[in-house]
Every structure is written in structure tokens, then in C-alpha cells.
């Protein structure tokens, strides 16, 4: 039998297989490694502690934040920035984002998190997630760090994951070399590789949408689900969470796509493109799957503010490829 590796070995082997992977880099993965831990024991015993319920406090979006969030964000924040690697972060519960060392002047690196996805589904003990992306920063060391450091392409990431706290725990990353996913043993508290080289498959037979969104969403997007809904006899499954990481995590292993789309009130959809679709989008790419917003491709989109919103579509690349034959059918680039 071939030993169980570790997350951290895991690691430590991939510093020596890439340079490019440096000491504070290492550190810094490892360190998110142990604030899902933290995290992770709290979401599990969440209902027993009487923790749940609203905080009374509202985000940066206007929404109620869950007692949970602020704690993820405060886990995550403190140990972070207790390290040696992080400049700065930019958190969804964040309005603005936080320097490290001396202004961001120290630290190669940038985080952007959203802490914890899907917090509405807390109180009814639905799998919950944080998402999050590394970049290299673009000011010299020595200097404080600016809006530039932040504001970056997707394609830019250095490191994208997620944590998905579900029946199990996992922890699935990449470092722009393929996928890997690890799932933690709770009674050692330990993550464990158990799905190496994670792939989309090209074709899947899961579609996922907030149904009611349909009606208020571009035309593409409706022919596109009449589309999955009129396959006869081949059975196309809506399987909707309404818990991004877990409805992708969900389609990355059994083929599937995801769409947030855009809609007449919200022509920007919901999902944030730094917190949740560029990190989720690098995953994709990685795993062979493929992510879009109306008509250009989620990596490629340059950032303005921290807290932009994208129309989010995601999953194996011949579904997307099919949506987007239906925005050329409709002859509306979106
Ligand atoms: P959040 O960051 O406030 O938790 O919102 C993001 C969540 C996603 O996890 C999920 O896919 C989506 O919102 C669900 O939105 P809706 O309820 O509109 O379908
Ligand atoms: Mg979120």
C-alpha cells in the first residue's frame, strides 16, 4: 500500500519540482492550510455552539453578514497577516483592502478571499466554502502597495483554491499545473491527497441556474437551458445549491456547467470577479473546463474596483462552447 501524503508534503514536493515556487509562497499556502482547519472545526460544531444566526452587521455589499463570516474573515485576516508572505489582502467582507508590514511595503504576495461562499445556506447545514487567489505583487518591495497590486487579471494568479466544507472537507488547489484536491481526515485533523490531477469532463450532464433568474436573463441563456430541459431521453440533471463552491465542485468531478448570468436589474449578475469567478475560473482552466461572462473570457477581464461584479458561466468546455452557440444564435455578443 503507497503511503497517504499530506497536504503539506504535497507542498514541500512541489517547491522542489517548481522553482518558481518560493519559500514565502510555501509558507503562505501552508498557513491557509491551517486557518481552513479553524475555520472548518467552527463551521462543523456551528449549530451546537448557538452561534448561528445573523451578526446584525451588513457587508460591503449591503447583505447581512452570518456570525460565521466574520469569523472565517477574522481567521483568515489574523493569520495571514501574522505571516511573512502576504502584502496585502482584499477580502468580500472587506470594504477596502488591508495592507501588511509597514503599509504592504514587505511580501511578495496578494490575496483576495472570499471567506465564506454561500453563508446564507449556514443555518440549514448546506455546504459552505472559501474561495480564494494568490498574485505576485506588482510593486517593487520596499514600496507600500497600491490599487495595481490588487486590481489584476485572473490570468495573473499564481495560486487559486477553495476549501469546501461539506460532508467532508476538502482543500483543492492549484499553482497553474494542474489541479489537485485533499481531503481532510477530522479525526487527525489532517488534509490527505485523494484526488490527484482533478479534470472536467469535456462534456457533462448537469446544468446549474438559479431557475428564477430566467425570465429576467439574456436570451442566450434561456435557449441554452430550454436547450438542457428538451433533451429527451438523454436526461440532463439541474442539480442548483445555491453554495458556489459546492455546485462547482460538484460538476468539476461529475461534468456539469454553472451559470450566473446577467439580468435586466442586475446586468453585472451577483457573483464578484475577484473573490469568486477568477479564482474559480483559474481552477477550470486548470482541471481542461473552460469559464465565460457574456462574451469574453473570465481570466482575461481587467478589474476596475475590488468588488466588481461578473455574469459567471463555468464548466466542461464543450457546455460552454454550446452557450456560446446560443449567444452567436441570437446574434447578441451579450
Ligand atoms: P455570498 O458571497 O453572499 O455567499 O453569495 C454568493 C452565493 C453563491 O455561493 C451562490 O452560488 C449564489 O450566491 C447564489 O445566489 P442566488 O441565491 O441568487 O441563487
Ligand atoms: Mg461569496
Known amino acids: 500500500m503507497s503511503k497517504a501524503i499530506t497536504l503539506q508534503e504535497f507542498i514541500m514536493d512541489s517547491q522542489a519540482e517548481f522553482p518558481f515556487v518560493s519559500g514565502q509562497l510555501t509558507r503562505l499556502l501552508t498557513d491557509i492550510g491551517v486557518a481552513a482547519k479553524i475555520v472548518n472545526h467552527q463551521v462543523n460544531r456551528a449549530g451546537l455552539a448557538g452561534i448561528l444566526g445573523q451578526s446584525g452587521s451588513q457587508n460591503t455589499h449591503n447583505e447581512d453578514q452570518q456570525k460565521l463570516d466574520v469569523f472565517a474573515d477574522n481567521t483568515f485576516m489574523r493569520i495571514l497577516t501574522a505571516g511573512k508572505s502576504v502584502a496585502g489582502i482584499g477580502s468580500e467582507e472587506q470594504d477596502g483592502y488591508i495592507l501588511c508590514h509597514d503599509q504592504g511595503k514587505q511580501g511578495k504576495y496578494v490575496v483576495m478571499i472570499d471567506p465564506l461562499d454561500g453563508s446564507s445556506n449556514i443555518d440549514v447545514n448546506v455546504s459552505i466554502g472559501t474561495i480564494f487567489s494568490i498574485y505576485r505583487r506588482v510593486t517593487p518591495l520596499g514600496e507600500p502597495l ?17 476549501i469546501l466544507y461539506g460532508s467532508s472537507t476538502m482543500l483543492v488547489y492549484t499553482t497553474g499545473s494542474g489541479v489537485n484536491g485533499f481531503t481532510m481526515d477530522p479525526a487527525i485533523g489532517e488534509f490527505f491527497l485523494s484526488h490527484p490531477r482533478m479534470a472536467f469532463p469535456e462534456s457533462g450532464m448537469i446544468y446549474s441556474i438559479n431557475d428564477a433568474l430566467l425570465d429576467a436573463s439574456p436570451p ?3 435557449i441554452f437551458i430550454e436547450g438542457c430541459k428538451e433533451t429527451h431521453g438523454i436526461s440532463l440533471k439541474a442539480r442548483y445549491i445555491g453554495s458556489l463552491v459546492t455546485d462547482f465542485h460538484r460538476n468539476l468531478i461529475k461534468g456539469g456547467i454553472y451559470l450566473y448570468p ?3 436589474y442586475n446586468p453585472q449578475g451577483k457573483l464578484r470577479l475577484m473573490y469568486e469567478c477568477n479564482p474559480l475560473a483559474f481552477i477550470a482552466q486548470q482541471a481542461g473546463g473552460h469559464a465565460e461572462d457574456n462574451y469574453r473570457e473570465i481570466l482575461e477581464i481587467q478589474p476596475e474596483s475590488l468588488h466588481q461584479r461578473s455574469p459567471f458561466y463555468v464548466g466542461s468546455v464543450n457546455m460552454i462552447q454550446g452557450l456560446r452557440s446560443c449567444w452567436m444564435a441570437t446574434s447578441d455578443p451579450g
Open 146 to 162: 497600491s490599487d495595481q497590486d490588487f486590481l489584476q487579471k485572473g490570468t495573473q494568479q499564481v495560486v487559486a483554491g477553495y
Open 220 to 222: 442566450a441563456v434561456k
Open 262 to 264: 446577467s439580468t435586466t
